[in-house]
């Protein structure tokens, strides 16, 4: 075995939590390394097969929505079709051009060393790393692992990855299929369902829990169900009995409520169910760090209990908050203050309440805060602002109409304390309201506070006057 490289700081996994941590060490004067296993490339799951490409294919959906709709806005577009081969190599491009740009400029720019292979803990201030030929060891002063998630089985469901899918799957997709069920209908189900629907599949998405989008305040979440309705046919309260896979697709039983069990056939099913910690084969054995239900356990600086190793991202279980969210933008401010505190400079831990949600469907969907059900379980006086983005200039300038802004407030000192959409380009709005819940904003600030016109944004400041009883236009 060749003799040890030594480093300030190791980081397993090259997603947006593992390249932002090694790239700001680096930054600040660290000798940083990045072991990556994924013959893909950099990047992780969000590059390769999550974010960027659903987004990329979404991005499509909405193009050729604008098209179809052209005739409305004057504009004759006739025989307007999807060259699916097409629209799958764009994607692909895109990937690997921003893979290679994680290796080839972020990590050479900033002189981070990249390994190629499996990283795995070899006790506290060690990582072996295994690759095709050469077995290499690292000491590292300390260790950050950011091995991301896989998506999650469906008991009884036998994924194959030809009739039977993850999201891995469906975005290698040559052919665009006739038909699909969609099983969950969390973020990853429904946006999967929404550019399948658009480029002309037949989509039944199937939810156990009683409305899509479990995550977000009841009134988006029916909101979304009305709206993606006339796009798919949803069914919620649904528990899947089991699939049958056939040569030309499968036959899928399900039971709703008091219903009798129904059978549906399609040609493809997508399992979208939640996605599972990557926490096999890191080496977490030889450390005194521990898993619960799969997750490595951290505290609020994401230290485990081996001082020096370090968890960050999809991976992560915090002991007093379950579930950590999986986000890229999680996972990459985590990387970054867990550098920074390593390097002594003072970072205050993040606080999870003001993580943003984003589904990119369309409608798109979009949160920060606290929802309504949620303020109150906390026991906190309630106003409640909401306006329509129909009643604004630019929706319908843009032909996009569908949805509404909500503010949740404290009643007695009027601080925002959630902000929930559903509209037009939702997930880029939000950050307005992110801002706002970090300084502490009240919705008097928000309505006071000039916003131009005619923009979508005003929506936000109407929905804080409507707080204030004060909305013009609602």
Not at 396 to 411: H, L, N, P, S, T
Not at 435 to 456: C, G, K, Q, V
């Amino acid at each position: 075995m060749p003799l040890s490289d030594a480093f300030d700081l190791v980081v397993i996994g090259s997603g947006p939590g593992g390249y932002t941590a090694a790239v700001r060490a680096a930054q600040l004067g660290m000798r940083a390394a990045v072991v990556e296993r994924d013959p893909e490339g950099c990047g992780g799951t969000c590059l390769l097969r999550g974010c960027v490409p659903t987004k990329t294919l979404l991005h499509t959906a909405e193009l050729l929505d604008d098209m179809r709709n052209a005739r409305a806005f004057g504009i004759v577009a006739d025989s307007v079709d999807l060259n699916f081969t097409a629209v799958m190599e764009r994607k692909s491009h895109i990937v690997r051009r921003l893979s290679r740009g994680v290796e080839n400029h972020l990590f050479k720019k900033n002189g981070v060393a990249l390994f190629k292979g499996t990283g795995r803990l070899d006790g506290p201030r060690k990582v072996i790393v295994d690759s095709v030929d050469v077995r290499q060891p690292l000491d590292a002063d300390a260790v950050v692992i950011a091995a991301g998630s896989k998506p999650r089985d469906l008991p009884g469901v036998s994924i194959d990855g030809r009739r039977i899918m993850t999201s891995d799957h469906i975005l290698e997709l040559r052919e665009l299929p006739q038909s699909l069920i969609v099983i969950g209908a969390g973020a990853v189900g429904i946006e999967l369902a929404s550019i399948f629907a658009r480029f002309g599949s037949v989509v039944t998405v199937l939810e156990a829990l009683p409305r899509i989008l479990p995550s977000e305040d009841e009134e988006i979440s029916a909101e979304a169900a009305r709206a993606l309705g006339k796009q798919m046919k949803i069914v919620t309260s649904a528990r899947v009995e089991s699939v049958a896979v056939k040569e030309s697709g499968v036959d899928l039983v399900y039971s709703a409520g008091e219903d009798a069990p129904r059978t549906i056939s399609a040609e493809l099913a997508l399992v979208a169910v939640g996605r599972a910690p990557v926490s096999d084969d890191l080496g977490i054995e030889t450390t005194r760090a521990r898993l619960d239900r799969g997750f490595i356990r951290v505290n609020a600086t994401l230290e485990t209990e081996e001082p020096g190793v370090y968890a960050i991202g999809d991976v992560v279980t915090l002991a007093d908050r379950p579930p950590h969210p999986q986000f890229a933008h999680v996972a990459s401010h985590e990387g970054v203050g867990v550098v920074e505190r390593l390097t002594g400079r003072s970072v205050e831990p993040l606080n999870y309440d003001l993580v943003p949600s984003a589904t990119y469907c369309s409608p798109e969907v979009a949160s920060v805060g606290l929802s309504e059900a949620a303020a109150r379980l906390r026991g906190r006086e309630l106003r409640i602002g909401r306006f329509p983005f129909a009643n604004l200039a630019k929706p319908r300038i843009i032909g996009r109409e569908a949805g509404f802004v909500k503010i949740v407030a404290d009643a007695r000192y009027d601080e925002i304390l959630g902000v929930h959409m559903i509209g037009p380009h939702a997930t880029d709005l939000i950050a307005e309201a992110c801002l706002a819940l970090r300084l502490e904003a009240t919705t008097e600030e928000i309505a006071r506070t000039l916003h131009a016109h005619p923009t979508l944004p005003e929506a936000l400041m109407q929905a804080a006057a409507a707080v204030q009883g004060s909305s013009i236009d609602a």
